[in-house]
């Protein structure tokens, strides 16, 4: 019998609160390394590009060479640099978009970036999630051979601000899964024909609502936030989550059928959304933020109160000190992974803040300091707490952040692309 645990209750806020004094300092578990200061993408990921057993970082249009990330290579090409002018009236140009190096904000058109073997070669490709709204690429590995890589598109239109790629239909290939044109779907490769754009396959209908000026927008548009796989009712396939409630997988994907949708409301649009067992009850709960510009890291656990379905919400961090054991206050956790962290069996929360979403004046507290943090799941003593770790507070996140082991040594590592530049944190 599993035992069901809770974290709602003052008492175990308060007795909580007293275990943690203080907010954390950097841990020093992780070795920091700054591939570069220059703002070219909002995500960055990793991969063994050149086939030497060791993988390598991708951030922007280039990618670094693993072990030590010291040799850089162009894979594309984007022209794109400013000026800065110095306290004595000197001008500099500066590569990549404005971003820390800089007093004002510019968008980049690469959000998100993914590796796959797209043409099967045996050789790791790259995926580029595009600005939302516009196109999404791949890049066709060279083979080992230098230059520029051949640029494929991949999607015509991606929508929302978490797009993801990942096995949404349990063949055991990733596919692109996002919004586009006013629908929820998800974009599959043509493994025969990899060079052609992926199909697109909806899972909902249009939705429509009134703006403020009485005309109907569409309710999944461009820079809809939140979006998420996982399965929430335990049938063994994956559903798809959004901030109003998740779309149930159907038995057959056949024909592409309309997927039924669920309400429920999992805040106000946030970042990536997981569904996972928190309380270790057997029933998959959701992990997500608030707000992508705003506060709140939460998990909303599933209930089944008399066979209804329902979803009590318990904040991990907020808005006010308080309302974290630690007294951790951090704004736009727009980006989130879900890694086992630690090696107990329980996945813990990898996040932070986005720095300069919209900008030095855009959001709230668009220059306060740009942690990056790991919350420990911890499950013992029949407690249930997340508990924070700040792996660096120089950094943040963009709108993707990932772990995974980067160097080999069986341990998670997390790498950061934003408008502070990369950066690869290797746990010690």
């Known amino acids: 019998m599993k035992l069901r645990l809770r974290f709602a209750l003052p008492s175990t806020l308060l007795l909580a609160s007293l275990a943690f004094a203080q907010s954390p300092i950097p841990s020093g578990e992780f070795k920091r390394i700054q591939l570069t200061d220059e703002f070219w993408a909002e995500g960055a990921n990793f991969g063994d590009f050149n086939k030497d057993g060791k993988n390598d970082v991708v951030y922007g249009q280039f990618w670094w060479e693993g072990p030590d990330f010291a040799k850089k290579h162009e894979?594309?090409?984007?022209?794109?640099?400013?000026?800065?002018?110095?306290?004595?009236?000197?001008?500099?140009?500066?590569?990549?978009?404005?971003?820390?190096?800089?007093?004002?904000?510019?968008?980049?058109?690469?959000?998100?970036?993914?590796?796959?073997?797209?043409?099967?070669?045996?050789?790791?490709?790259?995926?580029?999630?595009?600005?939302?709204?516009?196109?999404?690429?791949?890049f066709e590995n060279p083979q080992g051979k230098e230059g520029l890589w051949k640029q494929h598109v991949a999607l015509d239109v991606t929508d929302n601000e978490s797009p993801t790629f990942t096995d949404l239909t349990g063949d055991g290939k990733p596919e692109i899964v996002c919004m586009s044109k006013g629908k929820?779907?998800?974009?599959?490769?043509?493994?025969?024909?990899?060079?052609?754009?992926?199909?697109?396959?909806?899972?909902?209908?249009?939705?429509?609502?009134?703006?403020?000026?009485?005309?109907?927008?569409?309710?999944?548009?461009?820079?809809?936030?939140?979006?998420?796989?996982?399965?929430v009712n335990g049938d063994g396939k994956m559903d798809v989550l959004e901030k109003d409630g998740w779309w149930q997988q159907p038995a057959s994907l056949d024909g592409d059928p309309a997927w039924t949708k669920n309400e429920a409301k999992f805040g106000d649009g946030g970042a990536q959304m997981f569904a996972y067992d928190v309380n270790s009850d057997g029933r998959n709960d959701i992990i997500t933020s608030l707000q992508a510009h705003g506060y709140g890291l939460v998990w909303f656990e599933q209930t089944n109160d008399g066979g209804v379905v329902g979803w009590t919400k318990h904040m991990i961090v907020?808005?006010?000190?308080?309302?974290?054991?630690?007294?951790?206050?951090?704004?736009?956790?727009?980006?989130?992974?879900?890694?086992?962290?630690?090696?107990?069996?329980?996945?813990?929360?990898?996040?932070?803040?986005?720095?300069?979403?919209?900008?030095?004046?855009?959001?709230?507290?668009?220059?306060?300091?740009?942690?990056?943090?790991?919350?420990?799941?911890?499950?013992?003593?029949?407690?249930?707490?997340?508990?924070?770790?700040?792996?660096?507070?120089?950094?943040?996140?963009?709108?993707q952040v990932v772990a995974g082991d980067i160097n080999g040594d069986k341990k998670p590592d997390v790498v950061v692309g934003n408008k502070r530049g990369a950066f690869v944190f290797l746990r010690k």
């Open 75 to 138: 894979y594309f090409k984007v022209e794109k640099s400013f000026t800065v002018k110095a306290a004595d009236g000197t001008e500099k140009t500066v590569q990549g978009y404005k971003g820390a190096l800089s007093t004002e904000n510019d968008y980049s058109k690469n959000f998100l970036a993914y590796t796959h073997d797209f043409n099967a070669d045996g050789w790791t490709d790259i995926l580029i999630l595009g600005f939302p709204g516009e196109q999404s690429w791949w």
């Open 184 to 231: 929820i779907g998800y974009a599959t490769p043509d493994a025969k024909n990899p060079t052609a754009p992926f199909a697109w396959h909806p899972i909902s209908p249009a939705v429509t609502t009134k703006n403020k000026d009485g005309k109907d927008v569409n309710v999944f548009q461009r820079f809809t936030h939140g979006l998420g796989i996982g399965d």
């Open 318 to 399: 907020g808005d006010k000190p308080e309302q974290n054991p630690q007294g951790i206050v951090f704004s736009q956790p727009h980006a989130i992974d879900l890694v086992d962290m630690n090696g107990d069996g329980a996945k813990d929360i990898v996040t932070g803040k986005r720095f300069w979403a919209h900008g030095p004046k855009g959001d709230n507290d668009p220059n306060g300091t740009p942690v990056l943090y790991w919350f420990e799941l911890d499950r013992t003593a029949n407690k249930l707490r997340f508990v924070g770790h700040l792996i660096d507070d120089a950094s943040g996140i963009g709108t």
